[in-house]
């Protein structure tokens, strides 16, 4: 039986109406844009490949799960029946070791942000909806999860919501070690949220200088989420700490845009905000004499 009609038939009995509350997963791939057409199917063949033997390894059968493909991911549904430390745990732990796996022949690796909240969910014949989706899929889609799979090298990311973290992870349990969860928080169109990060295999990440940050590409608000907390001005790979300087703005916010899919690689809107003195951002300049950059104080000079 084709999925699609297994899915309106383990749901036909329920009304669009009625909301259960499930596991909602997402899942990204990293850098989505760079892959060719011919790249893609390959990339997109061992994101199911991973997925769905970490499915069977850990128990859960594929049929019990709702999927639906994101085209650079994949977003699922898990039923209550079916205990949510098992996804938390031993279904996370068979991801990363699966990656790692497939990522041992390829030359440019597989990297996968995966998000995880409970909450109701709507089914209908077409997928699933509800704000519990949606938190999932920019928890997944949040700069926090693509800067620490980007600065840690690393092959998989988990990021949970504040509530599937207080409810589940902090209990701990079978490959389940709170103290290797760090928060973070989240400025998201909806509002400032906290989530929880995680990388397999590896001590709790530092997420301090990472927080607050916008989430969701050109979703996200400006310089201040909904709480009113300034986003902080966070190195990365791209913008290291020496290309963010006190120079000739005066105060205030710098927005730097580029265009790129998914607002990876220089994509979307980055805002920073100078909580004292002054704020200027250089990128790609070619300077062919020696320059200064700032403020000359002390002098009748002015700025340069």
Known sequence: MEHGAQHRAAHEAFDADEARYELVISVDARRSGQYNDAEKPRMRQRIYRV?????????????AVHREDRGDGVLMSVPGRIPVSRLLGLWTVEVHENLREENGSLLVPLGLRVAMHVGPVRHDSRGISGRAVDLTCRLADSSVARELLD??????????SDSLYADVVQAGGKFI???RFAPARLAL???AVTAWFHLPGRPAPDTGALGPRAAGGDDAPGATGA????EAAVPSAEHPRGDV???????GDVEDREDGEDGEDGGGSVRYTALEGDLSVHRHNVYQ???HIGRVTGTDKGKD
């Open 227 to 230: 709480g009113g907390a300034a």
């Open 151 to 160: 600065r840690e090298r690393a092959d998989l990311v988990l990021a949970v």
């Open 289 to 291: 004499q020696p320059v």
């Open 245 to 251: 300087d006190g120079g000739d703005s005066d105060g």
């Open 189 to 191: 169109k909806e509002g």
């Open 177 to 179: 070690d709170p103290a």
């Open 51 to 63: 997925l769905e033997s970490a499915l069977a390894q850990s128990g859960v059968a594929r049929d």
